[in-house]
């Protein structure tokens, strides 16, 4: 059945058909023949999770949405056509015919408020179903990423936690060790009080500490194995540089945070860790880069060896959903009154 669909504009008229199959499910398609991307719609065939499905549930699970190139990169080895891999995410984002209740993938409604979203790639995100599935089999993580804030921040914390994760299978040496698992071990969350002085008033406040990510890399050295941690802060430019109201966030308190707990070892006990650990900050703008550092050495000026920075510009003001990033592995980090920090070397 063909229906007329008169857009906002008087003058836009879209085309739609209707397919009904034998079961009576109705079925809304483009001219194209394609669903709606935004909504789900069943066409009652029945899914069962297969192992890929499982990878891409637990993958979403421990980093949070990521775009479809990610799922794609993660099962690259399970499939030898990328269309029907494609096909099988549109399958567990619409179908609902499932032994856990609903469909397993959700698409983000965010991802749609940018610049002609009907041309990038779709980003994925449990639902309920996919959590009582994951609970099911024994592979709920409580301490996996939770993103809190904007959604877009949250978005780009995965993407880069999940960016070096898919750099690292590719690395023989190389082992990456999830947020989930540190955390396990130390039976802890990633928040943290920290006792934070005022640099106008003396007055010392205990703020909460709560990164954006956290995860460790084994190195398979000729010595034996080594390990480093690594702290993640992604910065779209939302937060004041400096800010005369101490109570507010800004990088001026986040770097006298920092200052306390990495200077002073605060996360060893915290996060019972030997290991070194550097903060990596991930900017939309190189310019960013500079204003931070401007910061830094005027408020925390220890910190200059320990933060290391790269810009990923897909999370600027015109936001595209990006393809994984490997240079987060394999490029250098730049420091201030430091040489660049090759992450994925056990030594610099």
């Known amino acids: 059945m063909l229906t007329i669909l008169h857009g906002d504009s008087d003058d836009l008229i879209c085309f739609a058909w209707s397919e009904t199959d034998r079961t009576g499910h109705v079925t809304k398609l483009d001219t194209l023949g394609r669903r709606n991307r935004q909504k789900a719609q069943s066409t009652g ?18 980093h949070g949405p990521l775009p479809s190139s990610f799922l794609l990169a993660y099962a690259k080895d399970t499939h030898r056509s990328e269309k029907r891999a494609k096909e099988r995410l549109t399958d567990l984002f619409n179908e609902a015919n499932t032994a856990h209740g609903g469909p397993y993938l959700s698409r983000p409604p965010q991802q749609f408020r940018t610049l002609d979203s009907r041309y990038n790639q779709l980003v994925y995100d449990l639902t309920p179903a996919a959590e009582k599935a994951l609970k099911q089999a024994g592979l709920w993580q409580e301490r996996s990423a939770a993103r809190a804030g904007p959604w877009l921040h949250g978005f780009m914390v995965s993407c880069t936690t999940a960016s070096i994760e898919l750099a690292v299978l590719d690395h023989d040496g190389l082992l990456y060790i999830p947020q989930s698992r540190l955390l396990e071990r130390a039976d802890t969350d990633l928040r943290y009080p920290v006792d934070t002085p005022d640099p106008d008033t003396g007055r010392v406040y205990q703020k909460d500490l709560i990164p954006d990510a956290l995860f460790a890399l084994e190195y398979d050295t000729p010595e034996g194995k080594r390990y480093r941690s690594f702290l993640v802060e992604a910065d779209r430019s939302t937060e004041p540089a ?9 990088w001026q308190r986040n770097l006298t945070q920092y200052e306390q707990y990495v200077g002073q070892g605060l996360y060893k006990d915290h996060l019972n860790l030997k290991s070194s ?10 310019k960013r880069t500079e204003q931070i ?13 320990r933060m290391l920075f790269q810009a990923w510009e897909d999370f600027g003001p015109v936001f595209t ?18 040489p660049d920090v090759y992450i994925d070397r056990a030594k610099n």
């Open 45 to 62: 065939k029945r899914v069962s999770l297969q192992d890929r499905d499982i990878l891409w549930l637990q993958k979403l699970h421990e």
């Open 242 to 250: 400096t800010s005369k109201n101490f109570n507010r966030k800004s």
């Open 277 to 286: 650990i550097l903060i990596l900050n991930v900017v939309t703008d190189p």
């Open 293 to 305: 550092i401007r910061t830094m050495e005027t408020h925390a000026p220890s910190l200059a060896g």
């Open 321 to 338: 959903p990006p393809k994984p990033k490997t240079a987060l592995l394999e490029g250098g980090w730049s420091r201030v009154h430091f």
